[in-house]
C-alpha cells in the first residue's frame, strides 16, 4: 500500500511513472543494485533517526556511512536510528522501503547528503520493500522537499564508475 502512496504524491511532481516495482527484494542497498542494474553507490538509502520527539531522515548515497561527529554537529545529538516500529510510526513506511516521499509525519524533515550529486541518477526507494524511482539529485531534492543538501556522511575514497 505504501508504494501506492509513493506513486500517488510523485504524481505532483510529475515522476510517478517512474516508479519500478522488482519481482525480488530491494530492501538493502545490494539487493536494490542488483534488481535495477546499477552499483550500489547509485542506490539512495533512506536513514532515519531520532531527533528530540520527531525524527529526520538522511538520504544518501548508497556506499556511504553516517559520520556521528558531522551528525552531532547538525542535529546537537548522538545519531540513534529508528527501531522499526518508530520507523513505521514516523514515516509511514516500513524498514526496507522508508523513503522521501509521502510521508506520514509532516514534522518529519529531509536532508540529502552530498555524496549523492556525482551521479546523474541515484535511486531511492519508493515506499516498498520491492521498488525504487529513478531521480536526478534535483528531482530528488524538490520531490523530497529537502530542507538542505548537507555533509553528514564520512568521506568517501574514490568516485566509482557509474552505470549511467
Do not use: Q
Amino acid at each position: 500500500m505504501s508504494v501506492e502512496a509513493v506513486k500517488e504524491y510523485l504524481k505532483n511532481f510529475g515522476l510517478d511513472s517512474r516508479v519500478e516495482e522488482f519481482a525480488e527484494s530491494s530492501a538493502t542497498v545490494e539487493l536494490a543494485a542488483k534488481a535495477a542494474g546499477v552499483i550500489p553507490a547509485m542506490i539512495a538509502k533512506t536513514l532515519s533517526f531520532k531527533v528530540g520527539d520527531s525524527a529526520v531522515l538522511i538520504v544518501t548515497s548508497g556506499d556511504t556511512k553516517i559520520d556521528n561527529s558531522k551528525f552531532k554537529h547538525l542535529f546537537g545529538t548522538k545519531a540513534k536510528m529508528l527501531t522499526p516500529d518508530e520507523a513505521i510510526e514516523f514515516t509511514g513506511h516500513a524498514v526496507g522501503g522508508v523513503c522521501p516521499f509521502a510521508i506520514s509525519n509532516p514534522n518529519v524533515k529531509t536532508y540529502l547528503d552530498i555524496s549523492m550529486k556525482r551521479f546523474d541518477t541515484i535511486l531511492p526507494a519508493a515506499g516498498s520493500s520491492n521498488s525504487c524511482v529513478r531521480l536526478s539529485p534535483e528531482e530528488l531534492e524538490k520531490a523530497s522537499n529537502a530542507v538542505m543538501w548537507a555533509d553528514i556522511c564520512k568521506s568517501i575514497d574514490a568516485t566509482p564508475e557509474t552505470n549511467d
